[in-house]
């Protein structure tokens, strides 16, 4: 008798089938399609053309880091959850700002393709509008992906949204590369553009969530509610010094990956002597498909043995990856030890993803979901972005060996807070929740 109440009381495991085949799952594909496409357009592929454009290697690798607006999307990320756009109101909050923001990436990358970096100066200021408008789409998909699902589906949702991702990234990253050696830059900008339509119509289509905002009762309430309470809520929480150690380490431990996503490879790939087609199916392709792979492993392994222990060996693989690449400056053209480099490089990037989104997931207060995880984010990629800003200065001055190391050394310090850091957070976390991050 004690054994069947105990059973019938335990509660049902989710369905792993019903996750992935519900349809707001293959939403997230064609949303991480979107948001993909855009991101390698003002970073590493535009470092190509500016190459192209005999653009010196310390310019390229400042505009190249256009990407470094989608660090700061965190400041306008309150407008998005509370803010009706009045032309895109009848598609709701979410789907509403999500079709300004692609609209907004079909005309910069219009723009670019029309005015190229023969005029610089506005080139420039089309590039920072694609990556506003690829920002503005990360915030309202981040923010539709927690509204549309319970949580126990939301892994299935990030997992569907990183493969659309990378697929995003394969197109603009080796199809365009591809293009390149036989069509004209602007053309394959263009290109990129048309294929904008598909996330559109897939937009058009979704569902919005249904989720119930009381309006507050004056500006001042607006503001406090949407400005001030996200930010000051998480110091409240977790006080003043775990908050602060938190932050350090979020800003630390992705830093590795971060500062080689900018504009630094592209020249270092052709230096080493490869061509744009070897590059395009090596990294682009092959590389997006072996990222896949890693990113249902490390799905797989947080099922499993939980967040914390997952994010740790994640840490320390993929920042020491990076010192792979310094076997390409010994093997120049070698097609064998680049398939070796980007198989390891793609699979422990992609084997991060997971316990990254679950670890700030589990930070963020559900009444500030959009804001405090656009903050989060935007933290986690702000110190390679700057690194990567400055990576052209830096091997002009020394070399590409030298850069390589210095994006590594910040694997200690992050794997040391991780540890110090994971019974102090899982102490504000309910017991179960907390068994579930550490595996148990």
């Known amino acids: 008798m ?38 390698l357009l003002v970073a590493g592929t535009l470092a ?44 709701g909050r979410r789907r509403g700002w999500l079709l300004l923001a692609q609209a907004g990436v079909v005309a910069g990358l219009l723009a670019m393709a029309l005015l190229t970096p023969a005029r610089l100066d506005a080139f420039v200021v089309a590039t920072l509008a694609v990556a ?5 789409q990360d915030i309202a998909v981040d923010a539709y992906r927690i509204e549309i699902a319970p949580m126990d589906q939301q892994g299935a949702l990030v997992a569907t949204y990183a493969l659309g991702y990378r697929i995003g990234l394969m197109v603009a990253g080796a199809f365009a ?9 602007p053309l394959v900008y263009v290109v990129m553009a048309v294929l904008m339509a598909i996330p559109v119509v897939a937009n058009l289509l979704a569902r ?11 500006w001042r309430d607006a503001m406090r509610n949407g400005v001030v309470a996200p930010f000051t809520d998480f110091f409240a929480r977790y006080g003043v010094w775990l908050a602060l150690l938190t932050l350090l380490f979020i800003l630390l431990f992705k830093l590795p990956e971060q500062a080689t996503i900018g504009g630094i490879m592209s020249p270092f790939y052709r230096d080493m002597g490869f061509s744009l087609t070897a590059i395009g199916t090596i990294t682009k392709i092959y590389g997006v498909w072996i990222g896949i792979a890693g990113v249902f492993v490390g799905g797989a392994a947080v099922a499993r043995f ?39 490089e ?20 559900r009444q500030h979901t959009a804001t405090q995880y656009s903050l989060l984010s935007s933290m986690v990629n ?24 210095l994006t590594v050394l910040a694997v200690l310090p992050a794997a040391l807070l991780l540890l110090w850091l994971v019974p102090r957070l899982q102490a504000h976390l309910p017991a179960d929740e907390a068994a579930q991050a550490n595996g148990a």
């Open 2 to 39: 004690t054994g069947s109440t105990g059973t019938a009381g335990k509660r049902a495991k989710p369905s792993v089938w019903k996750a992935f085949t519900q349809p707001a799952a293959w939403t997230m594909c064609f949303f991480g399609f979107s948001s993909g496409l855009p991101f």
């Open 177 to 185: 590369l591809i293009m390149a050696d036989h069509l004209p830059w």
């Open 208 to 218: 919005e969530p249904q989720v119930l905002r009381e309006s507050p009762p004056g």
């Open 382 to 405: 702000l110190p390679g972005k700057v690194m990567g800003f400055f990576a052209g200065g830096i091997v002009m001055a020394t070399s590409y060996g030298f850069y390589f190391v």
């Open 132 to 136: 506003f408008f690829g920002a503005t």
């Open 48 to 91: 190509y053309w500016l190459k192209s454009e005999h653009i010196v290697l310390r310019d390229i690798t400042m505009i190249a880091s256009a990407g470094m607006t989608y660090v700061f999307k965190f400041l306008w990320a309150p407008l998005l959850d509370h803010w009706r756009l009045p032309l895109f109101s009848r598609m």
């Open 346 to 365: 793609n699979f422990t990037l992609g084997f991060l993803g997971p316990p990254t989104v679950a670890f700030l997931s589990s930070l963020v207060n």
């Open 306 to 344: 939980g967040i914390n222990p997952t994010l740790f060996v994640a840490i320390i693989a993929c920042g020491c990856s990076n010192l792979l690449y310094l076997l390409l400056m010994g093997h120049h053209g070698s097609l064998t030890m680049l398939t070796v480099v980007i198989s390891v």
